[in-house]
């Protein structure tokens, strides 16, 4: 994982007892996962989710360290060091970041609200550690809130040079168009009201939320559904009326003819003239909420390396959108974002050439 601080390598988490955590005890799993501290005291970095997952009770704890050690293949291979400059690589400096960073306590249930909202509560707070990407970090890289009694939670942030999308209720960039139905299924599949996930979210999908039972799906739908907007200025989807034109607010009153003409070459045939997309095939981008982000770091990515959607036991066949790094340039991506952000009700800031080299410069594509 990228970080301000340098490229940091995740562990060996199999029950190897050499290279992995097979020694460990059950007060040594529990005290790493809650406190961010290995057996010899050694100090995680902030990028593993202890700060989440010191919410777990001792139930699910426990049944968590029981599958890591039997229902896991050990495996023999050392993980890469991680190398990070001076003083960033002086491990015990993690302790005063914990004492001013890290809350500490486990989830406790609001009697305010019903079971089916705690529950949601708790696995997006807690062992989802939603936040370690959908909220925004601050100086010290720690996340600007750790639950909805903070209006910084889940309102969306860069990751490894992908931006993770607010969560919240805003109209725009947020959940604030979607239904509670519609946002399980997305999290089921990666589809959903017409739109598909991407990025790093696809390996979320696929590897962790398409297993959830229906009941946890929707309790996660059902408290992300309850966090109001942020009030943010962000881009807005403003459906034309059968007559007369909505005026743009944010993006370029005339659309740009280069613009239009990239999206015509190399777009339309997916995701369609009017911007409608293919249900379940081929994501709208006509009101699609990362489309309209004000932030466009994801946005660029995927034009500049491609990506796919994700495959699913109860979802469509993946499909893949190829990378235009070698085929347009830079003011080419730019016009043709700025052509998709401000077409069929679609009104975002436009993205600058400059936005693109800085992004491909961080990607080196």
């Known amino acids: 994982m990228t970080s301000p601080f340098g490229t940091i390598v995740s562990s060996n988490i199999t029950p190897d007892r050499q290279f992995g955590i097979g020694a460990y005890s059950y007060a040594d799993f529990a005290r790493a996962l809650r406190e961010g501290i290995a057996p010899g005291n050694k100090r995680l970095y902030p990028a593993m989710p202890y700060v989440s997952f010191s919410k777990v009770p001792d139930g699910d704890m426990r049944a968590l360290y029981a599958y890591m050690m039997n229902g896991v293949q050990p495996v023999a291979k050392p993980a890469p060091p991680t190398h990070v400059p001076f003083p960033f690589n002086q491990r015990w400096a993690l302790a005063f970041w914990d004492l001013v960073f890290a809350p500490s306590g486990q ?10 909202w ?5 696995l997006v707070q807690s062992l989802g550690h939603c936040g370690s990407c959908h909220t925004p970090r601050g100086a010290g890289y720690q996340e600007r809130g750790y639950d909805d009694s903070s209006s910084n939670y889940l309102a969306g942030g860069v ?3 992908w931006y993770a999308p607010n969560l919240r209720g805003d109209t725009g960039s947020g959940l604030g168009r979607g239904s509670q139905d519609e946002l399980a299924a997305f999290l089921k599949t990666g589809h959903g009201a017409g739109i598909a996930v991407f990025g790093s979210m696809v390996e979320t999908v696929e590897g962790s939320l398409q297993y959830l039972s229906n009941d946890d799906l929707h309790a996660i739908a059902r408290y992300l ?6 009030g943010a200025a962000d ?3 403003k459906p034309s009326p059968q007559s007369g034109t909505v005026e743009k607010t944010r993006a370029p009153d005339k659309p740009s003819a280069t613009g239009a003409a990239v ?8 995701h369609q003239a009017n911007g409608t997309g293919i249900p379940q095939t081929f994501p709208k981008l006509a009101g699609n909420q990362a489309v309209i982000s004000e932030d466009t770091t994801s946005l660029i990515r995927l034009l500049v390396e491609g990506g796919n959607s994700p495959a699913t036991a109860n979802g469509p066949p993946r499909q893949a959108m190829p990378a235009f790094s070698g085929i347009l340039t830079d003011g080419q991506i730019a016009e043709v974002l700025t052509f998709i952000r401000g077409s069929w009700g679609n009104d975002a800031r436009p993205v600058t050439t400059s936005n693109v080299a800085s992004l491909r410069s961080k990607l080196h594509k």
């Open 107 to 116: 989830f406790q249930p609001r009697f305010d609200h019903d079971a089916q």
């Open 263 to 270: 999206y015509a070459s190399f777009c339309a045939q997916c």
């Open 159 to 161: 990751n490894d040079n």
């Open 118 to 122: 705690n529950r949601g509560a708790y």
């Open 235 to 237: 881009g807005q989807y």
């Open 225 to 230: 559904k309850t966090l109001p907007a942020t």
